[in-house]
């Protein structure tokens, strides 16, 4: 599996540039869970589906920590870069 660059040894510019994906991805991705998860809950609830299928959207929701852990690490990064200069 092919590892990718530290985000140390990016330049600024990339770090915005991967800062700026990272966010489109998750507002995408979110939205797209806000939608399915809207649907569920009120299949759910208006007929007689199981209630226990109220948890898999909230079970799916934890896919997007890895994702905000990381755009905080890039945050940090470029926090860092910015204060040396």
């Known amino acids: 599996m092919k ?3 530290p985000i140390t040894e990016l330049s600024v510019q990339e770090l915005y ?3 700026q994906s990272l ?10 869970l806000l939608a399915a ?6 299949l759910a609830f208006s007929s ?5 299928l109220v948890i898999v959207p909230i079970c799916c929701s934890l ?9 905080s690490q890039i945050n ?8 040396k200069q």
């Open 76 to 83: 940090t990064e470029i926090k860092n870069r910015d204060s």
């Open 17 to 19: 540039k991967k800062k």
């Open 23 to 32: 966010q489109g991805v998750l507002i995408g991705l979110g939205l797209v």
């Open 3 to 5: 590892k990718g660059i």
């Open 48 to 52: 007689k589906m199981p209630k226990v």
């Open 37 to 42: 998860s809207v649907i569920i809950f009120y």
């Open 63 to 71: 896919t997007f920590l890895p994702a905000f852990i990381s755009l």
